[in-house]
């Protein structure tokens, strides 16, 4: 199938799947003789493991150092991220722990927030 149709299968657009490619998230497609890109349903469905793993929050740099193992699904043509997520020393336990510092982060700038905005109590009116 040409980039649209791929594109379209997996939910992306022709540009985001060009730039999968560059950044080393596909292998490089087939070429017809007039030099057009061609995909097969493995490229869809590799393409469809990185649009979900990105919708959990990780990065494109993530993926790129687990890149060999994109491509795994099981029996049922479910994505299988556990081969994928553990490999590269810990991809997922680094998103998660930088997640759980950036909860942190914007947690504590709300309740500094919210301190400024907290009504002052209120002075003694009987002295």
Partial sequence: MRIGDAAAA????????????????????????????VYGTGD???LRV??????????VADLRRAASHLDLIDGDQVPHYGAACASGAGIVQ???AALDAEIDRLTRLRHRLAAQIAPAPAADLAS
């Fill in 10 to 37: 997996a939910g992306t657009t022709p540009r985001a799947l060009r730039f999968y490619e560059e950044s080393g998230l596909l292998p490089p497609p087939g070429r017809t003789a007039a030099g057009q890109r």
């Fill in 44 to 46: 869809v469905d590799r």
């Fill in 50 to 59: 990185i649009r979900q793993l990105l919708e959990l929050g990780l990065t």
């Fill in 94 to 96: 680094g998103r998660i």
